[in-house]
C-alpha cells in the first residue's frame, strides 16, 4: 500500500533545494579564498555528490548525470547569489541579504525530516 505523499520518490530534490540556497549563500557573501570560502565550498562538493548514495527506492540516474544536473543548479545558485550580493541594498531592500540563509536552514530542516523518514520508514520484508 503506497501513501499519497510518497516521499520515495522525491530522492534528490530535498538535497537539490539545499544545495541551490547553499549556493546562493555562497554567491551572495563569500570569499573563495576566505577558511568560510573553503569550508562552505568543500561542504557544497559534498551536498552536491553525497545524496547519490543515500538509499531510495527508484531507479537512480547514472552518477555522470547527476553530477551534471546538480553542478547545473549549483552555478545557478552561485550565480544568482553574486546578483542578489551586489543588488541587495540598491534594487532590492537591504533585508533581502539575509534570505538565503534563512530559507537555507528551513531546506536543511525539511530534508533532513525526509531522510530520517525514509531511512525509519517500516517495510515489509520480503
Not at 551536498?47 to 537512480?60: A, G, K, Q
Request: hydrophobic residues 55%; glycine residues 10%.
Amino acid at each position: 500500500m503506497s501513501s499519497s505523499l510518497d516521499l520515495g520518490r522525491m530522492a534528490g530534490i530535498d538535497t537539490k533545494f539545499v544545495l541551490f540556497f547553499l549556493a546562493l549563500e555562497y554567491g551572495r557573501g563569500v570569499y573563495a579564498l576566505s577558511l568560510e570560502g573553503i569550508v562552505m565550498g568543500i561542504t557544497m562538493l559534498m551536498v552536491l555528490v553525497l545524496p547519490y548514495f543515500l538509499p531510495s527506492r527508484h531507479e537512480m540516474p547514472t552518477f555522470s548525470n547527476w553530477l551534471v544536473y546538480r553542478g547545473i543548479t549549483a552555478v545557478i545558485g552561485v550565480a544568482a547569489g553574486i546578483f542578489l550580493g551586489q543588488t541587495a541594498g540598491v534594487v532590492l531592500p537591504e533585508s533581502a541579504a539575509s534570505m538565503p540563509m534563512t530559507f537555507l536552514i528551513l531546506a536543511s530542516m525539511v530534508s533532513c525530516f525526509i531522510q530520517f523518514y525514509g531511512l525509519m520508514k517500516l517495510r515489509q520484508a520480503n
